[in-house]
């Protein structure tokens, strides 16, 4: 495992993005040949070195919305947060999402939290797993980008929320 870098990445996609990953943070590269927009992802380890908390950075260069558009559509926020699940198949909202509007430093931005119901390996059967996902408008680019944090440690959601909250101050696109 290599530490993550606080490093530009995700150029090749046109959207540069830089986080200050703490300890405990591995950088991976997206998959290869990943034609998704995927430009980032890392995994949380905990002190026992079992991977806690997935990070996933996807740039929508070509999409259309707009903070305003994105943050109204909290009144579907199932729909929402669907949306911004990338595209991942067997995926459903088990709860009421929360839908916040913020600003970061990286622009404006919508927060969606979620409590997520996804089809296990071959359909067997479905886990529970916890999702917090961003939609960040950085000023005076195309698009924007997704960065959406999961994990399946429930029991543990408040601590992990707030690690994903802590590292978007830290965001930035380039």
Do not use: K
């Not at 931005?109 to 089809?119: H, K, P, Q």
């Not at 917090?132 to 005076?140: E, I, K, M, T, Y």
Request: proline share 6%.
């Amino acid at each position: 495992m290599r530490p993550a870098e606080d490093d530009g990445i995700g150029a090749q996609a046109g959207q540069a993005c830089r986080f200050d990953f703490p300890a405990g943070w591995v950088r991976r590269p997206p998959a290869e040949g990943a034609a998704d927009g995927t430009v980032l992802r890392a995994t949380y380890y905990g002190q026992d070195r079992v991977p806690l908390l997935e990070l996933r950075v996807d740039h929508r260069p070509d999409a259309e919305e707009s903070v305003e558009s994105v943050s109204s559509a909290a009144t579907s926020t199932a729909a929402l947060v669907l949306a911004l699940a990338q595209g991942r198949r067997g995926v459903r909202v088990a709860n009421e999402p929360e839908v916040t509007r913020l600003d970061l430093p990286a622009g404006p931005a919508v927060r969606v939290r979620a409590l997520l119901s996804v089809r296990r390996f071959l359909g067997l059967g479905r886990r529970l797993s916890q999702s917090v996902q961003f939609a960040v408008f950085p000023p005076g680019s195309e698009g924007f980008v997704v960065v959406a944090f999961t994990w399946d440690a429930i029991g543990r959601s408040h601590e992990l929320a707030r690690l994903a909250d802590e590292l978007m101050v830290t965001f930035r696109t380039a």
